[in-house]
Structures are given as C-alpha cells and as structure tokens.
C-alpha cells in the first residue's frame, strides 16, 4: 500500500479509534469550555469531531480544519448528523486558509498544539482570523514541571509521538501563544482524565 494511503488507512482505522476512546477523559470539560463559542466558528485540528455534541445553540456555522484525510472522513460524517451550517477543510492550520482577516467570531483548539509542529504559525494564523477582541477556546497537555513525571515524558516522548500522530508530551504552547499576541492570563493549568504521560493540562480562554 502506498506510504499516504497506509497513512489515511492508519488515521481512519486505528488513530480514530484510539482518540475517541482514549480522550473521553476529557470530555468533561468541552462542554464549560465551549459555552463561550457563538456565531462563526474556526476549529483547527478538528481531529474526528468530538467536541460537535458540545457546541452550543449560538453557534451558527463552523468550519473544521483538519490536516488528516483519515480522521476529516470521521469527522464529515458527525458533521453531517450535527445538521448546521459547515465547511471541512483538510489542510493544515498553521498555513494561510481561504478566508479573509478577522472572519470568525471564535476560533477552537482542543488537544491539537501538541502535535501540530511548531505552534507560531498556526498560532499567528488564528490570531489573524480571530474578530477583534474574539476568544481563542483552548485546551491542551503540556509538559509536567521539572521532576519525576517530566523525566517520564521526555524518555516516552519518542515512541508516544511514533504511535499517537505526533503527540509530543513535552510540548508546551504558552510562549507561542504569547509570540503571537495573545493574552494568556485567562488560561489556567490543571490536572486532565488522562494518562499520566498527558495528564498536566492547560484549558481556557486566550484573548
């Protein structure tokens, strides 16, 4: 099988499968999270779609950025039963997508950073769709503080990312949100339903 259709095939038959049983941890806190979103929304790294059953009446349209084809095909279908207004594209987030500057009124990351590769310009891409003012709904793993657990992650870190599609537990996306403009003192570290590689979290809103 060639190397991006066993890729499409991996993401579609086994990575999906693994995030929607591996994330319900975190479920939990979608719904407080999301009640903030409302008009037009840009989710980036839309993943299969878990946060759908989360976003509120006041959101009229959503359009789902998500660079895997495997993964976006789960995604299209919640999507389709979610009944409103949207858009899929399969691309990656931190490269300029097709809408002009300031064209949502909410942008949504969820558990996406730490796979994404560097976070500045998909960070920056967010920041210069966002309305003025508009709310980057954000939840993330970072890495533990210096000791035990942090030493656990960074020995882990290389065969997690192999078999989670990039999954660093060591990222950290703060100072990138910060480079890129955004007020940071609205998110809040806390412990997640995960395991205990990906436990230590970070969840808010960034202005």
Known sequence: MPKGRLATWYARAVLARVLDHGMRGVDVLRGPLLARAHGRVLEIGFGTGANIPYYPAAVTSLVAVE??????????ARLTRWGRPHEVLVQFG?????FPD?????VVITFVLCSAGPAAPLLAEARRLLKPGGPLLLAEHIAADPGPLRTLQTALRPAWKACLGGCDPTSDPRPALIAAGF??????????GLPLVVRPGLVGVAL
């Open 183 to 192: 007020e940071v003192s609205g998110l809040h570290t806390r412990a997640l």
């Open 94 to 98: 931190g490269v300029p997508l097709p």
């Open 102 to 106: 300031a064209s949502f009124d909410v």
């Open 67 to 76: 660079p895997s084809e495997g993964l976006a095909s789960h995604a299209r």
